[in-house]
């Protein structure tokens, strides 16, 4: 991976790497953070977003729509991500009482990709802690995010 030039002293960033784009400056971060995060994860054969949606099918029964909605992904997205992690066999499409609808569940092999991935996410997860600013900095950036989050998906 290449290194990133360092922010400027202080903490902000260079003049010519400023921009007054939120969704720029999201963007970045979250690149940024997904390299480390995929880097991390590699060795359990998983990239973030795969390890995201394992986790998120696993904690409760999903359909397709719901688990988009969850993880404020576009439904056709989700469906080509899904593909690999149900071709892997991680993953099954299963039928609901509505014919109509079908349920996402993780395999047995899914489950066991989850816990091998689970302590290199928690490892990421801690030096990104740390990098932030510790964990009341981490608690500050979450409820920010998620206020944010609340505040565009919510109408008007």
């Known amino acids: 991976m290449e290194p990133h030039p360092s922010p400027a002293a202080g903490g902000e960033p260079s003049p010519a790497a400023a921009s007054p784009c939120t969704c720029f400056r999201l963007r970045k971060l979250s690149r940024l953070l997904s390299q480390r995060y ?7 054969g998983l990239n973030v977003n795969q390890y995201s949606i394992l986790r998120r099918a696993d904690r409760a029964p999903h359909s397709v729509g719901s688990l988009a909605a969850d993880l404020g992904m ?8 899904l593909r690999h992690l149900v071709d892997a ?16 569940v993780v ?17 990421i ?24 989050t609340a505040r565009v998906v919510a109408p008007g």
Request: glycine letters at 6%; one cysteine or more.
């Open 38 to 44: 995929d880097a991390a994860l590699a060795p359990a």
């Open 89 to 104: 066999g991680w993953l099954r499409s299963v039928a609901c009482e509505d014919a109509r609808r079908r349920r996402l």
């Open 107 to 123: 395999t047995a092999s899914g489950k066991r990709r989850i816990a091998r991935a689970h302590p290199l996410w928690r490892t």
């Open 125 to 148: 997860q801690a030096e990104v802690e740390a990098q932030v600013g510790g964990q009341g900095a981490l608690a500050s950036l979450h409820a920010q995010i998620d206020a944010a």
């Open 74 to 81: 576009d439904r056709s997205t989700l469906s080509r991500d």
